[in-house]
């Protein structure tokens, strides 16, 4: 392609000029020859028709015929085409050859003729000499000129042709002298680039050529000493990578070995670490339990202290061994988050609440600002909302020193059914600078050292806060600013609660009106969210000195309520007895004192308590809510039918478990819902209810004896009649993933895991059943888990069996009880069975124990019993299993031994 090119550079080169001069030289010439032919033309024209219009002249007064012989001569002359003469007087007209063309212009000749053109030829026009009045009209042709311009054209042509070609002949030997050499030096260097360093042959080039192709030659020669060298090298590279890999794969092998050993290391660390803290755990729940049961105690004041001081204690290292439990299940991934309802204002006051002791400590207030337009019925893991909360609010009020700790929860987005509400906790303490935010939520990070020995800790709280936000597809940040104080946020992306109604505001408290008295400015503001809520009239007054000064000038007379709220920084509530006895005997309306110290106040207010209610601060919605419809009289009758939980729900089930506890407390739970309850202890016994009636929904235990709930499920499917399908929901102690999936492909609709509260089992039927006809909303892929128990559980956790009883005491106390009667078989069985390596039974009365003890309050045997019959359905060897059913036993006799004591 290059010499091709090059050829035709030089053709093009040569050939260029030359026909550019024969053009210019050929054009010149041919304009020249075109004027010539045109004269020529034009004179020859004129000489013609002057000569007959002479010899016509001539011939006299002739008549007519005399003429025709001169006009038919006159059409042999060249290019004559008709000729015509006209007597203007007589009209006579003599004609020989075509008609004339029409005239299309008209021009004057010299010597008194006139030129007249047609389309393609002329006329002349000439009067007879001596005869004006006739005229003698010849028409010629074009044809004749045109030819004579053709063959000047044409000869032009063949110059500029002859012309090229003698410039080119020579430019074509030429540039084929030219190429060859280098089509052969191309030749070299494709030969070269294909790898072949033979000497070139020789290209027979001259001048620059032959030194171009000297120069070719010396490098194929370079070329292929060095390709020799590098060859050489190449093959002692090549048997020393050959060494290196040998070596590299020795490496490999040991680090395989090494890194199979470090799994292995890993798994033992893990299962040292779930031991040490069942292990450790378990010395410091007694240690908390029975220094609980021992302040209950009669004891001197310095005996109460010391309980106290080492109750404390034993919870910190409780606290510290759970936060790193926790984040070392974050870090290995097995950390579970659950979709349940939650009330996103009750967490809220829950923390205030339980950690009110640690601000009231430090005299410091606490408010929750939560915003109307906030949905606080959620789906989500309350679990985890609440730790995540619980540590940051912790946190702002160890750094505070004085002023107050504000949450607040606002609406930051909404989309469809979905919601993102940020909460933050602000503090006034003295504010982080830059470089400390900057590490702030990395694991084992504190402020500082000192922090560190004053508070204690062990810097993964707000890593594991991170984590867990991050985990349910949040945010978590910081904005302070050194000396100014905090605002740690998090976000909560949840799903709208749609099954449960909002509680509805207390319709007897709308347009009463309150007089509350607030100095601490947040607090002031959440109290009238509050108040005005549940439509009351509030006036708002932001000191007590303030209030003196309105009961002196009798300005509050009208007000239905007054609410005092004591700064939490009073550390003798006692002072305000004579305020609050004035207001009592004052105006005679009903006054709540909210102060940090309310025992101490309650106590010496006892004498007006038909008037006078003291709260803890901060007081919840409930609290304050049922205070002011005590005082006034206005107490709503309680709920029947639904357990205040909603509206009654007209709706037959079948409950089928076989351990009696569990069915008594779902009977006990829905029923108190208005539903219809067929309960039964076996697989058998559900199919004869099924047989006889039909069911709106079957709540149905997975492990029973004899006939178990999957094959329960089958038979009742196969009995069902065409179109009908009644919704199974199983129940079970505990699932793994694949065991979940299991369930749904056995014909259940639904899952639910123990224990159950009476939200989930509301929600699970109002999701259904339907009165409306309409159909239940499609199964999700993977349903909630129940929650595990907290990490600070004791040996029995009262309040936990009590709020998993659904706040029934009662009905707590009949649970454990019957927990500890079956205890009594368990243990030998158990003991039993595990000797005799039966481990299908074992598996069987494992479950059993792990569903009847998750609703009686007692954490460590649930986990306990929950780590066992995992270890049971995963196969774990023996020494494992063995070590999971001595823990067992041992949790059954500590929560044995607890029972005992609380009798005697």
């Not at 070299?188 to 033979?198: H, I, P």
């Not at 923390?351 to 906030?374: H, N, R, W």
């Not at 709260?615 to 005082?631: F, I, Q, S, V, Y």
């Not at 956790?797 to 106390?813: C, F, T």
Request: glycine share 8%.
């Amino acid at each position: 392609m290059a010499h091709s090119s090059l050829r035709t550079r030089i053709l093009v080169m040569t050939a260029l000029p030359a026909f550019l001069a024969a053009l210019v030289i050929g054009g010149y010439t041919l304009v020249h020859r075109m004027v010539e032919v045109r004269a020529d033309t034009a004179h020859r024209q004129q000489l013609i028709i002057e000569s007959y219009a002479a010899r016509l002249a001539a011939l006299g007064e002739a008549e007519q015929p005399a003429y025709e012989p001169l006009l038919r001569a006159l059409l042999e002359e060249p290019d004559v085409r008709a000729a015509s003469l006209l007597d203007n007087q007589s009209g006579w007209q003599s004609h020989a050859g075509p008609r004339l063309r029409p005239v299309q212009e008209a021009e004057r000749l010299e010597g008194g003729g006139r030129r007249l053109v047609t389309d393609s030829s002329w006329q002349l026009v000439r009067a007879l000499p001596g005869q004006r009045n006739r005229l003698l009209t010849v028409e010629f042709s074009r044809q004749g000129q045109y030819i004579e311009i053709l063959e000047a054209v044409l000869t032009m042509i063949a110059v500029v042709v002859v012309l090229v070609l003698l410039a080119v002949m020579p430019a074509v030997r030429f540039a084929k002298r030219l190429t060859q050499p280098v089509d052969s030096l191309l030749d070299t260097v494709r030969r070269v680039r294909d790898g072949d360093l033979s000497p070139p042959p020789p290209a027979g080039a001259q001048g620059e050529l032959k030194e171009l192709e000297d120069a070719l030659g010396n490098m194929v020669a370079a070329l292929d000493e060095a390709q020799a060298e590098l060859q050489q090298n190449v093959d002692q590279a090549t048997q020393d990578l050959r060494e290196t890999l040998e070596t590299i794969e020795i490496q490999n092998i040991e680090l395989d070995m090494a890194r199979k050993e470090a799994l292995k290391a890993s798994q033992i660390k893990s299962e040292f670490l779930a031991n040490m803290s069942h292990e450790i755990r378990t010395p410091l729940n007694g240690i908390i339990g029975f220094t609980r049961l021992l302040e209950r105690s009669t004891l001197s004041p310095r005996q109460q202290d010391y309980l106290g001081t080492i109750r404390k204690s034993a919870e910190s290292l409780l606290s510290i061994i759970n936060d790193i439990l926790d984040f070392s299940k974050i870090e290995a991934g097995k950390l579970s988050l659950e979709h349940i309802p939650l009330d996103l204002h009750d967490i809220i006051e829950d923390v205030q609440t339980m950690l009110a002791p640690m601000a009231q400590e430090k005299g410091l207030e606490q408010a929750a600002i939560i915003y109307s337009d906030v949905p606080t019925g959620l789906l989500g893991d309350p679990l985890r909302i609440r730790q995540v909360l619980t540590n940051l609010v912790s946190n702002a009020i160890k750094f505070t020193e004085r002023g107050s700790i504000v949450v607040r929860a606002m609406l930051e987005e909404e989309r469809g059914a979905e919601a993102v509400v940020k909460i933050t906790i602000t503090d006034t303490g003295n504010g982080l600078s830059p470089d400390l935010q900057k590490n702030l939520f990395n694991a084992f990070t504190q402020v500082d050292q000192s922090a560190r020995r004053r508070e204690g800790g062990t810097g993964l709280g707000l890593a594991i806060c991170k984590r867990l936000v991050e985990g349910m597809g949040g945010e978590i940040g910081i904005d302070s600013t050194s000396g100014r104080g905090s605002t740690f946020w998090f976000t909560v992306r949840a799903e709208r609660d749609g099954s449960g109604e909002p509680e509805p505001a207390p319709v007897a408290l709308k347009d009463l009106s309150v007089t509350l008295v607030e100095a601490n400015e947040h607090a002031r503001l959440a109290l009238y969210h509050m108040l005005s809520g549940w439509r009351m009239q509030v006036t708002e007054l932001q000191a007590l000195e303030q209030l003196h000064d309105h009961l002196e000038t009798d300005t509050l007379a009208s007000t239905d309520y007054f609410l005092l709220a004591a700064p939490a920084s009073l550390p003798d509530p006692s002072r305000l007895t004579p305020l609050v006895e004035r207001l009592l005997d004052t105006t005679g309306k009903p006054v709540i004192v909210l102060t940090a110290h309310a025992d101490a106040l309650s106590g010496q207010l006892s004498g007006h308590a038909e008037q006078c209610r003291v709260l803890g601060k901060p007081p919840t919605r409930r609290r304050l809510r049922d205070g002011l419809l005590e005082l006034g009289g206005l107490a709503e009758p309680a709920c029947a039918g639904a357990a205040c939980g909603g509206a009654a729900l007209h709706a037959r089930v079948l409950v089928v478990d076989d351990h009696p506890g569990n069915l008594k407390l779902a009977r006990v739970f829905l029923e108190e819902m208005g539903v219809d309850v067929v309960p039964c202890a076996s697989g058998e016994e559900a199919l004869t209810a099924f047989s006889r009636g039909t069911f709106d929904l079957v709540f149905m235990d997975v492990q029973m004896p004899g006939m178990d709930g999957l094959e329960t499920t089958r038979q009742m499917r196969e009995r069902e009649g065409e179109g009908l399908r009644t919704p199974i929901i199983a129940l079970t102690a505990h699932a793994l993933e694949s065991e979940r999936r299991s369930l749904l492909a056995a014909g259940m609709d639904d899952y639910l895991s123990k224990p159950i509260t009476e939200g989930q089992l509301r929600h699970t039927l109002e999701r259904w059943t339907r009165t409306d006809g309409a159909e239940a909303e499609p199964v999700a892929e993977e349903a909630p888990a129940a929650p595990e128990p907290a990490a600070t559980d004791l040996v029995v956790d009262e309040a936990l069996g009590k709020q998993r009883a659904g706040g029934r005491e009662n009905l707590a106390r009949d649970m454990f009880s019957m927990l500890l009667a079956s205890l009594e078989q368990d243990a030998p069985g158990i003991n039993a069975l595990s000797e005799s390596n039966n481990r299908d039974a074992l598996l069987e009365r494992v479950h059993k124990l792990h569903g009847a003890c998750r609703y009686c309050g007692t954490p460590r045997l649930e986990r306990a019993a929950r780590e066992l019959e995992e270890g049971l359905k995963t196969e774990v060897d023996d020494g494992r299993l063995e070590h999971l059913v001595a823990a067992l036993l041992a949790e059954i006799e500590s929560v044995r031994q607890y029972g005992q004591a609380a009798r005697l």
